[in-house]
């Protein structure tokens, strides 16, 4: 049975305010909601947030340029110089 990660953090939290560690709190929650409900991973990465004193349940906003606006300074690029080489244009672009 699918459920919603809202849900899943929720019961985490929960585990955590019972004083139960990532491993005992994963077990608990795949008894009640089914085997694969949760990993141990994911209750750890969420203990490990909640010891630093972060209580927000929504996943971390990620920085990252969007594809599409890469995707037309490469454009840009190459057609100002198509002879740039791979190498030129990452480190043009500001990428690996």
């Keep these: 049975m ?3 990660k ?3 953090r929720h019961c985490i939290l929960f585990a955590f305010e019972l004083k139960k560690n990532a491993a005992e709190a994963t077990k608990m929650i795949c008894s009640a909601l089914g085997e694969n409900a949760v990993t141990y991973k994911t209750c ?3 203990f ?3 010891h630093s004193g972060n209580f927000d349940l929504n996943d971390a906003e990620r920085s990252r ?3 599409k606006e890469e995707d037309e300074k490469l ?3 190459l057609n100002e110089n198509p002879c740039q080489t791979q190498q030129e244009l ?3 672009l500001g990428v690996t």
Excluded: G, M, N, V
């Design 2 to 4: 699918a459920f919603q």
């Design 6 to 8: 809202e849900h899943i």
């Design 44 to 46: 750890k990465k969420w």
């Design 48 to 50: 490990q947030r909640f």
């Design 65 to 67: 340029t969007p594809k």
């Design 75 to 77: 454009e840009q690029l």
């Design 90 to 92: 990452a480190e043009e």
